[in-house]
């Protein structure tokens, strides 16, 4: 089972940009769908965006859609989320989430099919 390690937030300026990563241990990372989800005080998680394990697909959810671009770097065992224009209510912790097993396509959208998160990381954007 992989171990994930976020990075990459911080403070920025509405219209600014972020790159989070998220690194992953182990030796089978290729293996695991990767999905970045995200949590506001006061609200439930929610789903930014995936990847799947082959990189064919990525889905991202309809608010960050155009503007938030997930990728992975399977020789470094890391996915990453590059966040443009960013608006006061992207401001969350961000969490990546790893789920092996799954069709090579496949990109679930629900945190419940993912069994292994990060710590999280913070990125708050002031308007």
């Known amino acids: 089972q992989v171990q994930l390690v976020e990075s990459g937030g911080g403070l920025v300026q509405a219209g600014g940009s972020l790159r989070l990563s998220c690194a992953a241990s182990g030796r089978t990372f290729s293996t695991y769908t990767m999905g970045w989800f995200r949590q506001a005080p006061g609200k439930e998680r929610e789903f930014v965006g995936g990847?799947?394990?082959?990189?064919?697909?990525?889905v991202y959810a309809d608010s960050v859609k155009g503007r938030f671009t997930i990728s992975r770097d399977n020789a470094k065992n890391t996915v990453y989320l590059e966040m443009n224009s960013l608006k006061p209510e992207d401001t969350a912790v961000y969490y990546c989430?790893?789920?092996?097993?799954?069709?090579?396509?496949?990109?679930?959208?629900?945190?419940?099919?993912?069994?292994?998160w990060g710590q999280g990381t913070q990125v708050t954007v002031s308007s």
């Open positions: 989430a790893a789920q092996d097993g799954l069709a090579y396509r496949a990109v679930p959208q629900s945190a419940q099919s993912y069994h292994t």
């Open positions: 990847i799947s394990r082959s990189a064919v697909t990525t």
